[in-house]
C-alpha cells in the first residue's frame, strides 16, 4: 500500500450500521465493484481507522473511517521473470515440473507477480503457440502455493484443450503424500462430502450439507509415528479446491503445518516426543505433496508418468518424527 495515487477514504454513519463491510464501501464509492472492494480487502488494501481490514463481511461500525488504496493496474498478461524451477519433461506441447512450496500458481491481488505464470513465460518464450488468442501458458491445475510437487502445464490450445477436459473427466492418475495428525481409522479408505465455502469464513473451504460440489477422497495409511502422526498416500476422485485439506481436517485429522484448517494443537500431539512434537508444530506449510502424475499425451497418445520426491522440508519433518 505504497503507491502514489491519493486514497479513497469513507466514514461510516450511523445508517451504515451493521452492513458488510464490502458492500458499504462499494455503494458508497461507485467507482469499484463488489467483487473488486472484496478484493482489494482480501489483498491487504483496505483500512479501518489505520489497520488493515481483510475480512468483507465484517460489519461497518458508525464514526470509522475507511480507506482504500487502490494499487496501479498490473499488465493485462503477466510478465516474464526469470524464477527457477525444476522440469521433469518438456516438449512442443506441454511442460511438466515439479513445482516448489511457497510458489504461487497465478498472479491475483496480492500475488501479481513471482508466480509459476511469470516463470514459465520467461522459461518458454515463443514456443508458446498460444492459447485463447493470448501468449501464454496453459494452466489446466493448480497447486496450493504451499503444497509441493508435480504438476503439467499446457503450451498449445490442442493440448491445453486435452488436458483440460482430461482433469474434468478425472482421466487423470493424481497421488499425494500428506502427514496427518492422529491415527487413521480405519487405515484405508476414503473421505466423502460436498465442498463448498465457509459460511463463516469466506477463505475456508469447509464439507457442507447444502450446495458445495461433491468430493471424494481415497487414502492409503503408509507409516504412523508414535501414534500421532499418519504419513497417508491420497487419491483424488475429485478435484475440489483445498479437498485433502479440508476432507481430513473435518475428519479429525489435520495436515501438519496446515494454516488455515489445522486451529489448534492436536491432542494427538501430547504422545510425541518433545524434539518431534517441537518439529511437528512448527512446521511452516501444510505438510502435502503432490507426488505423482499420470495422464495421456495429448498428441501422441503416449502414457505419461511423473513421480517427485518428497522435497528437503519435508524430508527433514519426517526424520525428526522418525
Known sequence: MTDDTPPLRVTATEQHTGQRTDRFLADALDTLSRSRVKALMEAGHVLRDGQILREPADPVRPGLCYEIRVPPAIPATP?????????????????????????????APGNEDGTLVNALLAHCGDSLTGIGGERRPGIVHRLDKDTSGVMVVAKTEQAHKALSDAFA???????????????????????EGAIGRDKRDRKRMAVVTHGGKAALTHYRTLST?????????????????????????????????DPVY????PAAARTLPDDAKRAALDFPRQALHAARLGFTHPRTGEAMLFETALPDDFKALMAKIA
Do not use: N
Open 262 to 265: 489445522l486451529r489448534r494443537i
Open 225 to 257: 509415528h508414535h501414534g500421532a502422526l499418519s504419513l497417508v498416500e491420497c487419491r483424488l476422485a475429485t478435484g475440489r479446491t483445498h479437498q485433502i485439506r479440508v476432507h481430513f481436517s473435518h475428519g479429525g485429522h489435520p495436515l501438519v503445518g
Open 79 to 107: 510478465q516474464a521473470q526469470d524464477i527457477p524451477f525444476a522440469i521433469l519433461h518438456e516438449d512442443a506441447d506441454l511442460i511438466v515440473l515439479d513445482k516448489p512450496a511457497g510458489l504461487v500458481v497465478h498472479p
Open 169 to 191: 473427466t478425472r482421466d487423470i492418475d493424481r497421488t499425494y503424500l500428506a502427514l496427518a495428525w492422529g491415527l487413521m481409522t480405519p487405515a484405508s479408505g476414503g473421505f
